[in-house]
């Protein structure tokens, strides 16, 4: 992945896990008032993500972090669309693609970056959580054999948005 794209990704993850940090929605939301009566304040916005559709629980917006081959941990966003068994989306500012397919809670296939050569594309297995807001995951790259995904330290997982 672009060092540039993943800076800014990270960038965006972090603020995300500030703003989550700064909204409390515990306890009962503060009275204000007004010259003539007395309101409620709004509740402050929640951190929790849109419930899943069942149906197409992989259908959404992903916050993931991967491992790479030399150790360190990158982070990206990944959209999702899932249709049936089928699962398509783009990460990395629409340089990655995945495309895969869900059997009972598991989606398996394939990722590709810019080029599609053999270093730029692999397969990866997610399972998702059992509340359907979280996977964990791993891939490998093609290069590394047919086997290359069951005997893979590679980690790729993902909290829904």
């Given at each position: 992945?672009?060092?540039?794209?993943v800076l800014?990704?990270?960038a965006?993850?972090?603020?995300?896990?500030?703003?989550?940090?700064?909204?409390?929605?515990?306890?009962?939301?503060?009275?204000?008032?007004?010259?003539?009566?007395?309101?409620?304040?709004?509740?402050?916005?929640?951190?929790?993500?849109?419930?899943?559709?069942?149906?197409?629980?992989?259908?959404?917006?992903?916050?993931?972090?991967?491992?790479?081959?030399?150790?360190?941990?990158?982070?990206?966003?990944?959209?999702?669309?899932?249709?049936?068994?089928?699962?398509?989306?783009?990460?990395?500012?629409?340089?990655?693609?995945?495309?895969?397919?869900?059997?009972?809670?598991?989606?398996?296939?394939?990722?590709?970056?810019?080029?599609?050569?053999?270093?730029n594309?692999?397969?990866?297995?997610?399972?998702?959580s059992?509340?359907?807001?979280?996977?964990?995951?791993?891939?490998?790259?093609a290069?590394?054999?047919?086997?290359?995904l069951?005997?893979?330290?590679?980690?790729?997982?993902?909290?829904r948005?």
């Amino acid at each position: 992945m672009r060092k540039r794209t993943v800076l800014l990704l990270t960038a965006l993850a972090c603020i995300l896990v500030i703003a989550a940090g700064c909204t409390d929605t515990s306890g009962p939301a503060p009275a204000t008032t007004t010259p003539a009566t007395t309101v409620a304040a709004t509740p402050s916005a929640t951190t929790a993500p849109p419930p899943a559709d069942p149906d197409h629980p992989w259908s959404g917006t992903w916050n993931t972090t991967w491992s790479s081959p030399d150790g360190t941990v990158d982070y990206t966003i990944v959209l999702l669309e899932q249709t049936g068994d089928s699962v398509t989306g783009l990460y990395d500012d629409g340089l990655g693609m995945i495309a895969g397919t869900v059997e009972k809670d598991t989606l398996t296939g394939t990722w590709t970056e810019e080029d599609g050569t053999e270093d730029n594309t692999g397969p990866f297995a997610f399972v998702l959580s059992a509340d359907l807001n979280s996977f964990s995951g791993t891939w490998a790259s093609a290069q590394d054999g047919p086997d290359a995904l069951s005997t893979s330290s590679e980690f790729w997982n993902g909290v829904r948005v």
